[in-house]
T-cell receptor, first 113, second 114 residues
Framework: GEDVEQSLFLSVREGDSSVINCTYTDSSSTYLYWYKQEPGAGLQLLTYIFSNMDMKQDQRLTVLLNKKDKHLSLRIADTQTGDSAIYFCAESIDNSGNTPLVFGKGTRLSVIA | DTGVSQNPRHKITKRGQNVTFRCDPISEHNRLYWYRQTLGQGPEFLTYFQNEAQLEKSRLLSDRFSAERPKGSFSTLEIQRTEQGDSAMYLC????????????FGPGTRLTVL
């Protein structure tokens, strides 16, 4: 079955870049996602990338996709204390963009002022 | 507020009791999903609906769990004979069907089984 792996913790200084990495197993995944979870708040979709893309940039966020290695990364430029949260990588369970998701365990990002 | 709402937000129950949670999706969304999240883990898919039809159930959904969406709007998730291992955050999400459509998540119902 599908599996998504992430490192559990990342600590960066305010103003530095953060890079959160993820590996996935299902090569048929058409969409890959990054979600953010803050304490007491619901999951929020940050960005997603279609499998025929290598890179997607959205303001401070850059997503890189290496399909050969099944590796996905999220770079946050100029990290702020408000970026402190848990970040989840996710893939769809089939090749459409509108089906249940398989999530990683999440990477807890701590931003040090 | 027109987001996904879930009730109750917190539920404490004794082992062996039955509990029921409710999810109200975004009004025009025809797909509704249930996930479960335990401490230190990512959300795990339980089941989902398109309108009133239950399209898929995860192996995680034991016989003690049942979900309904009788009129294709709100949904309920019932757990019978709760066990301590059922303690988790139960998340609901909704989306439109067809193509790529973002799943919007509710705040969750935190269940504690004593």
């Amino acid at each position: 079955g599908e599996d998504v792996e992430q490192s559990l913790f990342l600590s960066v200084r305010e103003g530095d870049s953060s890079v959160i990495n993820c590996t996935y197993t299902d090569s048929s995944s058409t969409y890959l996602y990054w979600y953010k979870q803050e304490p007491g708040a619901g999951l929020q979709l940050l960005t997603y990338i279609f499998s025929n893309m290598d890179m997607k940039q959205d303001q401070r966020l850059t997503v890189l996709l290496n399909k050969k290695d099944k590796h996905l990364s999220l770079r946050i430029a100029d990290t702020q204390t408000g970026d402190s949260a848990i970040y989840f990588c996710a893939e769809s369970i089939d090749n459409s963009g509108n089906t249940p998701l398989v999530f990683g365990k999440g990477t807890r990002l701590s931003v040090i002022a | 507020d027109t987001g996904v709402s879930q009730n109750p937000r917190h539920k404490i129950t004794k082992r062996g009791q039955n509990v029921t949670f409710r999810c109200d999706p975004i009004s025009e969304h025809n797909r509704l999903y249930w996930y479960r999240q335990t401490l230190g883990q990512g959300p795990e898919f339980l089941t989902y609906f398109q309108n009133e039809a239950q399209l898929e159930k995860s192996r995680l959904l034991s016989d003690r769990f049942s979900a309904e969406r009788p009129k294709g709007s709100f949904s309920t998730l019932e757990i019978q004979r709760t066990e301590q291992g059922d303690s988790a955050m139960y998340l609901c999400a909704s989306s439109l069907a067809g193509g790529f459509n973002e799943q919007f998540f509710g705040p969750g119902t935190r269940l504690t089984v004593l």
